[in-house]
C-alpha cells in the first residue's frame, strides 16, 4: 500500500518483503523482492530515503532491530533519510478501552503484559515490540543517524475517534474527526504526548561524507 502511494507521487520504488505472496502483490506496482531487512541485497549508499515500515515491531528481539537498522544505515546515501514505524507501548490500553472490554479477565492481563515487558506474544495478535517513543529514537540514533525526530502518526486523540466508531451506531462526526487531526498537529511539538499515538514514525538522516 505505501509503494502504491509512492509510485503514484513519482517516486522509484523498491519494495523487500519476506512473504512471498506480499512481494507478488507488490509486482504490479514497483520493483519488488523477497528478503529480510536484517541482510539486505542492496549495496552499500543505494537509497536516496529508506522506510522500514513493519521490520522494527516484526522483530522483538533487541539485537534483530539494531541490524535492521543498521541495514538501513548501510544502503541510504550519505545525507539520506531513514524513517521507521513503530507501535507505541501504550497503544493497546487506549485501543481496548474503544471496545469497553479492556476491564475483562481476558483482555486485562495481555494488555498488562504488554505495558511490562513491550512484547505481545500470545492471542488476538501477532508475535510484536511495542516501542516508547524514546526509546524509538536511541535505537536509531545508535544505528548512527542524526537529527532524529519522532511523530505520533495518529495522534493523541485517535482512540476518541474509534471509541465512536466501536460504541456509536451513526459513527464520528466530520467535525469530530477533524478536531481529532488539529490535536494530531497541535501535539507535534510536545513529545511528551507522544505516549498517546497509536503508532510512531521515527525519521532520521544519515550523516554527510561532505567534510565541515
Known amino acids: 500500500m505505501h509503494a502504491e502511494w509512492l509510485v503514484e507521487d513519482g517516486y522509484e520504488v523498491s519494495l523487500v518483503d519476506p512473504i512471498a505472496r ?3 502483490q507488490a509486482t504490479s506496482v514497483c520493483a519488488a523482492s523477497l528478503g529480510d531487512a536484517r541482510a539486505l541485497d542492496a549495496g552499500d549508499d543505494s537509497y536516496d530515503v529508506v522506510q522500514l515500515l513493519g521490520p522494527l515491531y516484526h522483530l522483538p528481539d533487541a539485537d534483530d532491530r539494531r541490524r535492521a537498522l543498521a541495514e538501513a544505515r548501510r544502503v541510504v546515501k550519505p545525507g539520506g533519510l531513514v524513517a521507521a514505524a513503530a507501535i507505541n ?3 493497546s490500553l487506549f485501543e481496548h478501552v474503544t471496545y469497553a472490554h479492556l476491564h475483562t479477565e481476558r483482555m486485562y ?3 498488562s503484559k504488554i505495558l511490562r515487558t513491550a512484547v505481545h506474544d500470545g492471542a488476538h495478535f501477532t508475535l510484536a515490540y511495542f516501542h516508547r517513543a524514546e526509546e524509538l529514537a536511541d535505537e536509531l540514533r545508535e544505528a ?9 502518526i495518529e495522534g493523541p486523540a485517535w482512540s476518541l475517534v474509534k471509541a465512536v466508531e466501536q460504541q456509536a451506531s451513526e459513527g464520528p462526526s466530520e467535525d469530530l474527526i477533524a478536531s481529532a487531526m488539529a490535536a494530531a498537529r497541535m501535539a507535534e511539538p510536545y513529545p511528551e504526548l507522544l505516549a498517546a499515538s497509536s503508532h510512531l514514525l521515527a525519521v532520521g538522516r544519515a550523516p554527510s561524507n561532505v567534510a565541515t
Open 144 to 152: 548512527g543517524l542524526t537529527d532524529v525526530q519522532v511523530f505520533g
Open 109 to 111: 492481563e495481555p494488555v
Open 22 to 24: 506480499h512481494v507478488d
Open 89 to 91: 507501548r501504550y497503544a
